[in-house]
């Protein structure tokens, strides 16, 4: 059955069908389980990418619904399923486990390379620059490094434009892959939020390893009440734009979990201390409210005065907030915050260097600097592993895309298409920051832009479609 069959796309599953596709998902959780549970965890390190690549190929030939939403979970829990591994069979740094969820996502090369030349002259412009531009990148890598030196970086960089490019030229099936995307962050927010608060509050102990052996003193300190939380993700930064994105969903979101998992997610969210994500989530705000008809305006103020009401309340318990207040209090005094002292002073000294970058210096270099960290700033990445060469077309690639996304006015009466647009604007909003358009944060940016401009084309051809299409 091909990707674009219409069975199951047309026909959404629910429960435990089909047989197969659950069959091969709950396969891989039951054997991982068992591989941690009989002290094998070491086991996994190259099975648990190998048999998660497996799922995702068969769920992406066959179900391709399944296949979205399998590939945000892997992305949300397999940092967890490392420290679960490792705390049990040792510490591998880096580790393969962590490959798997960009595994599964680069299958949507497939789907790049089957659509390229005919959205060439359509909507796709702005992932095909980004790609061209990360594939300078790649070749000026390849030159200068060993190839496993840039595996890992062609991941990061890749994986988000070709998984954005697929929702996108997907756009048939938008309803569809909205009520996937609207179902899996939902619960992701629910579970995650709820991992993190425990959390913060316990310390789990594989959580304390990881913490230690990664020697991330900006993570706080393993012990209770001592971590910044990440939740079941491989850093506090990625969860925090997930749980953004998440968050700013939840706005349109009619289920009666929504409020359970708004409690935990602003409070996770808040406790991750990520004050990037914090102001992406203000923007997103700004860019979601303006954008609704006057009727659901009124409905959402409504909605954030009751999640208001469940969340303040939470964050101020003597538990949480101590460090909530004094991260917040860092925005009205910044002569004090060592964090944006040592940014401003690491973008004096090596701005100059970066602007002067003509041909980069390909995709594996490791940006070393005594104020900024190789993921301090998207703006430097760009410069530094792209050049311009490769910048001026990854980073048009992404004005152009922006563009489009806000140029349409297709979709005005879809809150979807609105919180779409907000979540990847307030990600990108994020780059001087962080490398907020690179691994999981760039996975969140290209694809709620790839799924907001498919609802824009959906709602522009709506009219000529008929029921039994079976392809793009």
């Keep these: 059955m091909h990707p674009d069959s219409t069975a199951p796309l047309t026909r959404p599953q629910f429960g435990l069908q089909p047989t197969l596709a659950w069959t091969a998902m709950l396969g891989l959780v039951g054997f991982s389980t068992l591989c941690i549970l009989a002290g094998a965890g070491g086991l996994l390190r190259l099975a648990y990418p190998a048999g998660a690549l497996l799922v995702g190929l068969l769920l992406f030939q066959r179900y391709p619904i399944l296949y979205i939403g399998f590939t945000w979970w892997v992305a949300f829990l397999t940092p967890f399923v490392r420290r679960l591994i490792d705390v049990q069979s040792g510490w591998v740094d880096p580790s393969p486990v962590l490959l798997a969820p960009f595994l599964v996502m680069m299958l949507t090369g497939l789907t790049f390379i089957r659509h390229l030349p005919r959205y060439l002259r359509q909507d796709g412009l702005p992932f095909i620059l980004s790609a061209a531009g990360v594939l300078y990148g790649l070749l000026v890598g390849l030159i200068k490094y060993p190839p496993t030196a840039v595996v890992v970086p062609l991941l990061n960089w890749l994986a988000p434009i070709l998984f954005g490019f697929h929702l996108f030229v997907h756009w048939r099936h938008y309803p569809a892959y909205r009520q996937n995307l609207g179902r899996v962050f939902l619960w992701g927010v629910l579970i995650t939020g709820a991992y993190g608060v425990m959390q913060y509050l316990v310390a789990p102990e594989w959580d304390r390893f990881w913490l230690i052996n990664s020697k991330s003193i900006a993570f706080g ?138 041909p980069g210096n ?87 832009a790839g799924i907001a401009l498919a609802a824009q084309r959906f709602y522009r051809y709506q009219h000529l479609l008929l029921p039994d299409v079976n392809s793009e």
């Design 362 to 448: 390909g995709l594996g270099f490791v940006l070393t600097n005594d104020s900024l960290g190789s993921n301090d700033s998207g703006v430097l990445a760009m410069l530094f592993n792209l050049g311009w060469f490769g910048t001026i077309p990854y980073l048009g690639g992404m004005i152009l895309l922006f563009f489009s996304l806000f140029r349409g006015t297709e979709g005005q009466s879809d809150p979807f298409v609105s919180a779409s647009r907000a979540i990847s604007l307030g990600v990108f909003a994020q780059i001087g920051l962080g490398s907020s358009t690179l691994a999981l944060s760039g996975v969140v940016m290209w694809s709620f």
């Design 221 to 358: 300190t393993p012990e209770p009440l001592g971590m910044r939380v990440f939740s079941t993700m491989n850093s506090p930064g990625p969860f925090a734009t997930v749980m953004m994105a998440g968050l700013l969903l939840l706005f349109s979101s009619q289920s009666t979990w929504r409020f359970a998992a708004v409690g935990v997610g602003y409070l996770s969210f808040l406790l991750s201390l990520v004050r990037s994500s914090w102001l992406g989530w203000a923007v997103g705000v700004a860019m979601y409210i303006p954008s609704l008809k006057p009727k659901l305006q009124m409905r959402l103020i409504v909605t954030i005065l009751v999640m208001a009401v469940c969340v303040i309340p939470l964050v101020n318990m003597p538990p949480f907030a101590g460090a909530i207040a004094a991260r917040l209090q860092t925005f009205s005094n910044t002569q004090d915050d060592v964090s944006y002292n040592q940014r401003l002073e690491g973008y004096g000294q090596i701005m100059g260097e970066a602007l002067a970058e003509i």
